[in-house]
């Protein structure tokens, strides 16, 4: 984000702030796509990511005027979010999907047609692999994960975000990627 971009979005926040929907309306139309695909990653179900991050987006809107003018509107709404989808997979784990799922509904575009069909069955299982050991991190390791790897933030987003300090957020990728890692060795030793 750009300083032009951090003081066009204050301008939006004050706006917000003295009750003009439409400018809130800005900010959700700029945001929403990123909040569904954080929620999809960490609750595995289209219609609960989809409710989440709506109701996030609610609750920031009736709390808009505790947002502090020098933060940024995702890393506050974030927190809102990061709640909500641990509080649906406290509450409703019975009835969340894998995230191996997501993997197979959700991304499955990625084999070129152009392959031969031996490697395009060889990145099919790899995909299938790798969503499958994603499923079975527990949420924190998969969230973070999810936001450096899929939502390409930086250190700096993710520790405002997370509200914690940017060697914090390098240590629990780490160890969530070794996590990850260990999930995918039997895959890879095969």
């Known amino acids: 984000m750009t300083k032009e971009d951090e003081i ?8 917000c702030q003295r009750g ?3 400018s809130y309306g800005r900010l ?24 989440l991050s709506q109701d996030a987006f ?8 505790k947002l502090e ?5 995702f890393t506050w709404y974030y927190q809102i979010l990061r709640n909500l989808c641990f509080n649906y997979l406290r509450d409703a784990a019975r009835h969340a999907h894998p995230f191996s799922k997501i993997g197979e509904n959700q991304i499955n575009n990625i084999i ?6 031996s490697l395009q ?3 099919k299982e790899l995909k ?4 499958k050991a994603m499923d079975e991190l527990k949420p924190h390791e998969r969230e973070i994960i999810i936001l450096k790897d899929f939502q390409e933030l930086s250190y700096k987003e993710i520790a405002e975000s997370m509200d914690c300090p940017i060697g914090t957020v390098m240590s629990r990728l780490f160890t969530a990627r070794q996590a990850l890692k260990n999930k995918l060795e039997s895959y890879f030793n095969d």
């Not at 070129?112 to 069909?117: F, I, L």
């Not at 299938?128 to 969503?131: D, I, K, L, M, T």
Request: charged letters at 35%; hydrophobic letters at 40%; glycine letters at 4%.
């Open 121 to 123: 069955v060889e990145q």
């Open 8 to 15: 066009d979005e204050r301008s939006i926040i004050l706006l």
């Open 58 to 65: 609610v609750r920031a809107y009736r709390s808009i005027n």
């Open 28 to 51: 959700v139309e700029k945001y929403m796509k990123r909040a569904y695909f954080i929620a999809l990653g960490l609750v595995g179900v289209h219609e609960g990511a989809l409710d």
């Open 69 to 73: 003018a020098d933060r940024k509107f």
């Open 112 to 117: 070129d047609s152009s392959q031969d069909s």
């Open 128 to 131: 299938e692999a790798v969503w």
């Open 20 to 22: 003009d929907k439409q």
